[in-house]
């Protein structure tokens, strides 16, 4: 199949497309500001946020306590859906409980194109993002992390 013929096949395809890159703009945004908090705190920069982003969106704090997280855009035939994996470790002996999820994309009632979060909650760009990048406040207890 032709990737234009798979492109008119699923649905919310320009829209979800769109989302995510919104959604691309806003985490580099947030571990920017995250960042930039750290190091007005003293927190050494090979100890910060690090964001790679591509097809997929990666970031990961290194060091201990470490996290990552790694979101990806994938086309469904029934439409566009963000897949999340969220993970990390204390230390070397104890991991962090992994976080697997997806968020549709969809239209909520006011036609506004929205991530599903849960049981029905509906995200913004932003608010996927924040709820992503809030996953490195167990990296930096001390520090108040910037959302918005």
């Not at 760009?125 to 992390?145: I, M």
Request: net charge negative; proline share 6%.
């Amino acid at each position: 199949m032709s990737a234009a013929a798979a492109q008119a096949t699923v649905p919310l395809y320009q829209e979800g497309t769109r989302f995510w890159q919104e959604l691309t703009d806003e985490c580099r945004a947030h571990v920017e500001a995250i960042n930039l908090v750290a190091t007005s705190k003293g927190i050494s920069p090979e100890n910060l946020v690090q964001l790679l982003s591509g097809l997929d969106l990666f970031m990961r704090k290194p060091g201990y306590p470490s996290t990552e997280v790694k979101a990806a855009l994938g086309l469904f035939s029934w439409g566009p859906v963000i897949q999340c994996h969220i993970s990390g470790a204390r230390d070397c002996d104890h991991r962090f409980l992994t976080h697997e999820f997806e968020m549709p994309i969809a239209r909520d009632l006011d036609g506004k194109v929205v991530a599903i979060f849960d049981e029905g909650l509906s995200f913004s760009p932003r608010e996927v993002a924040c709820y992503l990048t809030q996953s490195f406040r167990r990296c930096f207890p001390s520090v108040t992390l910037p959302c918005g």
